[in-house]
């Protein structure tokens, strides 16, 4: 089990772009893994590679669901979104904190798995939410800036993605 440090808001990193993945290499292999051992470790709902400093286009959504691994998403992109929610989000980067933030209900994704398989998803509620809000760190963007009303402190149950 390798953990890798989670970057925090006002690291620079944490605004740049990510770039896509051209081909699996170990190191890409090794990224995974730490990746998903640094969320089960953190309790996260997501995480997305830059936020342990590397910009290539890889997230992970763990939305939590009995029996279910988390999914890794390899260049992730949002085909089509439906609908609207309204909820408190929180990110492993912004520690101790939480805001409303409204985000589509239901998600079409593409990406392609660790083999560089293309593959479709779709989800709703917590999935939806956490694909967007993991695929908005690729792009540099963090949910704070997208959060209405104040950002709030949070005590121990704060679901960080
Ligand atoms: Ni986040």
Do not use: W
Not at 31 to 55: F, K, R, S
């Amino acid at each position: 089990m390798a953990l890798r440090e989670i970057r925090t808001m006002g690291d620079p990193i944490l605004e740049k772009k990510s770039k896509p993945v051209k081909e699996i290499t170990e190191r890409i292999r090794e990224l995974i893994a730490d990746m998903t051992d640094t969320l089960m470790d953190a309790e996260g709902v997501g995480l997305a590679a830059v936020q342990v400093g590397v910009l290539k286009r890889i997230i992970i959504v763990d939305t939590c669901e009995e029996g279910s691994d988390p999914i890794v998403m390899i260049n992730p992109v949002i085909k089509e979104t439906s609908g609207e929610q309204e909820g408190y989000e929180g990110c492993l980067s912004v520690p101790g904190k939480t805001g409303m933030v409204t985000r589509p209900d239901h998600v079409v994704v593409e990406f392609l798995n660790e083999d560089m398989e293309p593959v479709t998803m779709e989800g709703d509620g917590l999935f939806a939410r956490c694909v967007c809000h993991e695929c908005d760190h690729l792009e540099g963007e963090l949910y704070v800036d997208k959060v209405e009303g104040e950002l709030k402190d949070v005590e121990k149950e704060a679901d960080g993605d």
